[in-house]
């Protein structure tokens, strides 16, 4: 695809997405041609993503059975609640 730099503008972040997904996009400035490129190999959308900072206290233990038997009394209790609406 080839477009003039004032309809490049315009649609700079369409024409941008459609490069990083493999089209090839060329601008046109005064008679000159540009090739608009990903650097690198090519990234999905997900890759894009910032994972999310997890604040966990180092000293919590997903074995502890205290744990395990008060996160199962939730889920039973959920499962029931979803249970009596049917």
């Known amino acids: 695809m080839e477009v003039p730099i004032t309809q490049f503008r ?3 972040f369409s024409l941008v997405n459609q490069a990083l997904d493999g089209a090839e996009v060329w ?3 005064k008679g000159r041609r540009l090739k ?3 650097e690198g190999k090519p990234v999905g959308r997900l890759s ?5 900072d997890v ?4 000293n919590f233990d ?6 395990k038997a008060k996160t199962l009394d939730e ?3 959920e499962w029931e609640s979803d249970w009596e609406k049917l």
Do not use: W
Request: hydrophobic content about 50%.
């Open 10 to 12: 315009r649609e700079i």
């Open 27 to 29: 601008v046109t400035h």
């Open 36 to 38: 608009i490129v990903p």
């Open 48 to 52: 894009l993503i910032t994972p999310l």
């Open 55 to 58: 604040m966990v206290d180092p």
């Open 62 to 67: 997903v074995d502890d059975p205290a744990f």
């Open 75 to 77: 889920i039973v209790k």
